[in-house]
Each structure stands twice: as structure tokens, then as C-alpha cells.
């Protein structure tokens, strides 16, 4: 398996310790060049680096879909994307970006909240389900540990990838959909991860209305959620989650 390194380590356990042999996932700097803005960095695990490039692009509001982007080029880890906008460096501050809270790189501030509209629903003992679906299928994350895994359901279909950032797990899986051609709307999210306000503006931007998560959400998030629409759920366990906004889109009672 790619860009997974055995290490040899020791292990201590209740006063006890051995040598053992560990496998360790390999994280790389990637660079994302779109038309000419100024590069952009990133952690990642670096496999599917295409589905991460378009889905970072709809989730900062550089494209509105695929058919805007005219070509991707990859070499090892760049990433060139030209675009029919032709972004320049002296775009407005927004489009060249802030620093994100995590490894994904640079991110574009949301000025305006749009409300998504939507009218799926899901079950609350499908939440629980989905989660132990994404435990079961995170390849990379049950040999490391190291990595973040997302995945996007629409309808029957069901799209999983992995990163050591959480950001760019998400960007890939919404890449991913997109170039399928997926119905965003119809769609939810569900990762490991924190759910912050960077999150929730690529959420928001896609108009995907559900996102859930086994870990904490950050004010920040659940105040940009709330405006915006989005069904955040939140501390996914074994028989319980909490939902922090649009609880309409849950059947609590199935």
C-alpha cells in the first residue's frame, strides 16, 4: 500500500515493554496551483489528489462546478488546475486565502451565508450505522492511525477517502461527488473530525444540508450551521449523537 512506511518502535505496556514493528502513514506537502493565484500548501496523504483539487476548488468558491475547470495536471504532488475564471493574484483577500486552524492550507473566508434548501431526511439509527460504515472502511486509519476519513452518501451511493487532514478528507470526498456528478442536495457528510467554521463555510458553499461527525463542533461552527441551515450532528457514539441545528432532517423515531 502506498505511502504506508513500517517503523520499528518500543512498546510499553503495565511496566512491560517489547520491540515491535509499526506502520506509519507517510504525509506529504502538496502544492495547489489554480490559474495564477499564488500556490497554495498543504499536509496530505498524497493519493487522489485530483478528487482533493476540484473539491477545494467548489468548497472555496473558486468554481461553481466541474464543467468550470479546463484542466488538472498532476506531477508527484503539484497540482495545477486552470479554470475558466482565470483567477488572478490580485483578486480580492478572499480569494487568496487565510490561514486555516488545521493542516488543509489555505482557506477562503465566507463573507455571506446563503441558506441551504433541502428536503432530505434521514434516519437517526442510519447516523449510527453510517459511522460504523466509515470506521469499517477506513483503510489507511485502522493500519496507522494517522489519518482522517470522510465519506459522502447520495441515495444508494457512498464515496470514502482518507488524509491527515480533515479538511482535505472532506474536500476529496466532495470532489469526488462532484465529478460523478452527484446531487449535492440529496447528500450528507459524515467524518472524523472537529466541525469549526472552515468546515462548515465549504459545507455551506457545496449546499450540502447534513454534516455529522464522531467528535466535537466549535461555536464557530454551529454558529455558521445555524444560519446557514445545515444539520450538524456531533459526539456520534455507539447508540447516541448529538444534533446541534435543523433537527428536522433527523426521524428521531426511526
Request: contains cysteine; aromatic residues 8%.
Amino acid at each position: 500500500m502506498g505511502y504506508v512506511r513500517k517503523i520499528n518502535a518500543i512498546q510499553w505496556n503495565n511496566g512491560n515493554y517489547k520491540t515491535i514493528e509499526e506502520e506509519c502513514v507517510e504525509d506529504k506537502h502538496a502544492y495547489l496551483f489554480i490559474d495564477n493565484l499564488p500556490p497554495r500548501k498543504f499536509a496530505t496523504y498524497p493519493r487522489d489528489l485530483d478528487d482533493f483539487a476540484v473539491g477545494y476548488c467548489l468548497g472555496e468558491g473558486l468554481i461553481k462546478n466541474y464543467q468550470d475547470i479546463e484542466t488538472i495536471k498532476i506531477n508527484k504532488t503539484d497540482i495545477k488546475i486552470t479554470t475558466k475564471y482565470c483567477h488572478e493574484k490580485n483578486e480580492t483577500k478572499e480569494l487568496q486565502g487565510i490561514e486555516s486552524d488545521s493542516a488543509g492550507g489555505l482557506r477562503s473566508k465566507l463573507n455571506k451565508i446563503e441558506v441551504v434548501e433541502s428536503d432530505l431526511k434521514i434516519d437517526a439509527s442510519k447516523i449510527i450505522k453510517d459511522m460504523i460504515h466509515l470506521k469499517e472502511n477506513a483503510i489507511i486509519w485502522s493500519k496507522t492511525g494517522g489519518v482522517h476519513v470522510a465519506q459522502l452518501i447520495c441515495e444508494d451511493n457512498c464515496i470514502i477517502r482518507e488524509d491527515v487532514s480533515r479538511h482535505v478528507a472532506v474536500d476529496k470526498v466532495i470532489g469526488a461527488a462532484c465529478r460523478e456528478n452527484y446531487n449535492f442536495s440529496k447528500s450528507y457528510i459524515s467524518y472524523s473530525g472537529r466541525m469549526p467554521s472552515d468546515m462548515l463555510a465549504k459545507i455551506i458553499r457545496v449546499k450540502i444540508p447534513i454534516i455529522i461527525s464522531n467528535a466535537a463542533p466549535a461555536s464557530s461552527g454551529i454558529d455558521i450551521a445555524s444560519e446557514g441551515n445545515i444539520t450538524m450532528i456531533g459526539f456520534v457514539r455507539e447508540n447516541r449523537f448529538t444534533v446541534y441545528s435543523a433537527p428536522e432532517r433527523i426521524n428521531f423515531d426511526k
